[in-house]
């Protein structure tokens, strides 16, 4: 007994010794990440000027800047569930899908899921020339987090609707809403909202008008996705995914 209280008093000091450099060295990692994000909070613009920004875009288009109050309900709960399903509960930063991005990215090789959401996408048209590549992808973040500290969600949404690319030469809901509908905006079906929540992800290979069948079956993986999240029926979906993907209305 007394040999083995020996042995362990000898190893005693070099286990705390090790336990001490590894909590230092934590903290020092810890230090370092905390001063590189103040860094690229402080080093970011401001995004006070967002609304205005946007507003510039939209009207250097030719197209309207959505009030918080022009943007229909069923057309948000169509981009809210194919494009952000967790929307109103995260910060400008979904860490459920940013993971699942990167797993699904790593797993396959590729750089397929950028794992954005509406708030980053609008940071990134706006202050990023549209681009998130490489270290973009981190100052998107950071704008993202900055402009959910100042903005409403339904203001977010408002704005990216606003100046969203909406197809082959097409931006904003508004303008696609007279493209391929021939009606404005606020009188559209449950299908045609369903389009233009589509067709953002990819709007040249979305649009119906180059693509009507890609666009067709986009607009009913939007549908599928709004009957999870019991959003729509089933019958509701069915209507509206036998809809024509293009119509002719009495005009905007």
């Known amino acids: 007994m007394g040999v083995t209280r020996a042995v362990r008093r000898a190893f005693q000091p070099g286990v705390r010794g090790g336990r001490r450099r590894l909590g230092l060295g934590l903290t020092g990692v810890a230090a370092v990440v905390l001063a590189?994000?103040?860094?690229?909070?402080?080093?970011?613009?401001?995004?006070?000027?967002?609304?205005?920004?946007?507003?510039?875009?939209?009207?250097?288009?030719?197209?309207?800047?959505?009030?918080?109050?022009?943007?229909?309900?069923?057309?948000?709960?169509?981009?809210?569930?194919i494009e952000d399903e967790r929307f109103y509960q995260h910060h400008g930063i979904d860490s459920i899908g940013l993971g699942r991005a990167i797993l699904y990215d790593v797993t396959n090789v590729c750089l397929c899921q950028g794992g954005s959401t509406i708030t980053a996408q609008l940071a990134k048209d706006v202050y990023l020339q549209g681009s998130d590549r490489g270290f973009n992808k981190v100052l998107d973040m950071v704008l993202a987090l900055k402009v959910e500290r100042i903005l409403t969600k339904k203001e977010i949404l408002a704005l990216y609707l606003s100046e969203i690319t909406t197809g082959y030469?097409?931006?904003?809901?508004?303008?696609?809403?007279?493209?391929?509908?021939?009606?404005?905006?606020?009188?559209?079906?449950?299908?045609?909202?369903?389009?233009?929540?589509?067709?953002?992800?990819?709007?040249?290979?979305?649009?119906?008008?180059?693509?009507?069948?890609l666009a067709r079956q986009r607009r009913a993986q939007v549908l599928s996705k709004m009957v999870v999240e019991h959003l729509i029926t089933q019958v509701q979906a069915g209507a509206a995914n036998a809809e024509p993907v293009t119509a002719s209305g009495p005009g905007c």
């Open 36 to 81: 590189g994000a103040l860094g690229l909070w402080f080093a970011t613009p401001d995004p006070g000027d967002i609304e205005q920004r946007v507003r510039a875009i939209t009207q250097s288009r030719g197209v309207p800047l959505l009030g918080v109050d022009e943007v229909p309900a069923q057309l948000a709960q169509a981009v809210v569930a």
């Open 169 to 213: 030469g097409k931006y904003g809901v508004t303008q696609a809403a007279c493209a391929y509908f021939e009606r404005p905006l606020s009188s559209l079906t449950l299908g045609q909202y369903a389009l233009l929540a589509g067709v953002t992800q990819a709007p040249s290979v979305y649009d119906p008008t180059v693509n009507p069948d």
